[in-house]
């Protein structure tokens, strides 16, 4: 079974870095069975949204408006490992941060950062960004 693990998040101030990493388990990194994966967020009274992603097989990444140009979405196939290299982070970043996978493609690259998209999900690890 596959599963996801985050890790990496804490508390940093505002214009300060942080990088995620998602170990994942089970046989995932093959371009035949994980598709995509992703990092999504959730701040408190909001809806999960998708922050980055990333096309295993050439490596395509796609980001949400709000993080093009700080954040870096990144894979290492030899250790299993998903990253999120998040950079001059903003109190607005602030959120529980989530790992996911999908195991079919997303035809419409449009819904690479849909939740709903995604199958495999990991429990989240917290970011807190003070001003």
């Known amino acids: 079974q596959t599963q996801l693990v985050e890790s990496g998040g804490g508390s940093v101030q505002a214009g300060g870095s942080l990088r995620l990493s998602c170990a994942v388990f089970?046989?995932?990194?093959?371009?035949?069975?994980?598709?995509?994966m992703g990092w999504f967020r959730q701040a408190p009274g909001k809806e999960r949204e998708g922050v980055a992603a990333?096309?295993?097989?050439?490596?395509?990444?796609y980001y949400a408006s709000s993080v093009k140009g700080r954040f870096a979405i990144s894979q290492d196939t030899a250790k299993n490992t998903l990253y999120l290299q998040m950079n001059t982070l903003k109190p607005e970043d602030t959120a529980m941060y989530y790992c996911?996978?999908?195991?079919?493609?997303?035809?419409?690259?449009?819904?690479?950062?849909?939740?709903?998209?995604?199958?495999?999900w990991g429990q989240g690890t917290q970011v807190t960004v003070s001003s």
């Open positions: 089970g046989n995932i990194y093959s371009t035949y069975y994980i598709y995509y």
């Open positions: 990333i096309y295993t097989g050439s490596g395509s990444a």
């Open positions: 996911a996978a999908t195991s079919h493609d997303i035809a419409n690259i449009a819904r690479v950062l849909v939740e709903s998209e995604y199958n495999y």
